[in-house]
């Protein structure tokens, strides 16, 4: 672990046990259950990163149900919060022997010609019309997870509305593949859109989600697609290069009505380093000038690191606490964990980038 600056990292770590108590178990991937790669062990490798730097770690303060439907459909939150409920009390896990909630049936475009998907009747049918994928499992802790990551987010917004310059929610399960009233891609709720909302029910006039995962946030860009008043910008493995996810994330992807400009996608090609990286990451940050953000939520996914077995892309520690400073330089940062999995090396690309936020603020006079 490299040593942190002198003075450590004072930036505070919002974070909250329960975001332990999802374990995936595992993901579908191509009709095959293997071993998943975002598991707790995630969590706590940051954490440990970060209190040996010195960081002060926050608790998560617990927020209603109601400042979750902010950014998303009402009825997407009471399904997370209800479905590993009924699975069980439906006799999936003792008679059918699913230990895990997977969907099997989804409504598409191409299934429903037109048609309105109707409520189903079915638990097990119920799922496809919530998660879009096949990789992103509930059990028995999800939700109590979930919940807790959103209150991670929501109370890290709140200590940058309070007056402080940069804070960090170490949320778990990640959330920025989240939409308005879908999941997927490991996610459930989208933490780092619940900040971006929060700020701006704090005060903020105009705010700006960075996302620097290695893959395209398109639950995020969904949200806010249409609005001029959050920008979202994300640089991400080309997924017209065969990455997920797959249908969203390409350059011609601007924002909509109102919105039009305020959604920018950088795609970059497998295998991209430091260089084209972080000129792109620069690109976002000139364009987080011009959209007058007086507040930024990073979406701080480190999959894009050489060694992430997720994402093909080469990004060092050092290229990412380049992409912190100039992050830090835009003005207040809300950082919110997103995607990394490469365990021995997630705690020192979070840090190399919180600390990299710290000093772009401070050269930057704040
Ligand atoms: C938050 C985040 O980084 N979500 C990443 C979701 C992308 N997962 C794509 C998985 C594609 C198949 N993975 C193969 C690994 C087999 N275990
Ligand atoms: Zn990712």
Do not use: K
Not at 48 to 77: N, Q
Not at 80 to 92: K, N, S
Not at 354 to 361: E, F, I, N, T
């Amino acid at each position: 672990m490299p040593s942190a600056e002198a003075g450590g990292l004072p930036m505070p770590v919002v974070w909250s046990e329960d975001c332990l108590l999802h374990e995936p178990g595992g993901e579908v991937w191509l009709g095959v259950r293997e071993a998943g790669t975002e598991v707790p062990e995630r969590a706590t490798a940051i954490l440990r990163a970060l209190r040996d730097a010195g960081a002060p770690v926050l608790p998560a303060r617990r927020h209603e149900m109601t400042d979750l439907h902010s950014v998303h459909h009402p009825d997407l939150v009471a399904h997370l919060a209800t479905i590993w409920a009924d699975w069980e009390a439906g006799g999936y896990v003792s008679v059918y022997r699913r230990d895990r909630v997977v969907p099997y049936v989804f409504p598409t475009a191409a299934m429903l010609a037109g048609l309105p998907a109707r409520p189903p009747a079915a638990t097990h049918g119920r799922v496809g019309l919530y998660c879009y994928d096949t990789m992103t499992l509930v059990g028995p802790g999800t939700w109590e997870a979930i919940r807790a990551a959103a209150d991670a987010a929501l109370t890290a917004a709140g200590l940058i509305a309070a007056g402080r310059n940069a804070s960090y929610a170490l949320c778990r399960p990640p959330g920025h593949h989240a939409g308005p009233a879908g999941y997927g891609g490991s996610c459930y709720l989208n933490n780092a859109a619940l900040a971006a909302q929060a700020l701006r029910q704090a005060g903020a006039g105009r705010v700006a989600v960075v996302d620097i995962d290695a893959h395209h946030g398109n639950g995020t860009q969904a949200i806010f697609y249409a609005r001029p008043d959050v920008y979202y910008g994300s640089v991400h493995v080309d997924p017209g290069a065969g990455w997920f996810p797959h249908y969203m994330g390409f350059a011609d992807e601007r924002g909509s009505g109102p919105g039009s400009g305020a959604n920018r996608n950088l795609p970059v090609a497998p295998g991209t380093g430091d260089d084209r990286w972080l000129a792109a990451v620069q690109q976002l940050c000139q364009d987080v000038r011009q959209h007058g953000a007086e507040a930024i939520v990073l979406s701080l996914g480190t999959d894009a690191a050489a060694a992430d077995p997720e994402s093909p892309l080469r990004v060092t520690a050092a290229g990412y606490r380049a992409a912190g400073e100039l992050i830090g330089r835009l003005g207040p940062v809300t950082a919110v964990q997103e995607g990394g999995y490469h365990l021995p090396s997630l705690g020192e690309y979070v840090l190399a980038t919180l600390a990299g936020v710290q000093s772009g603020q401070a050269a930057a006079g704040r």
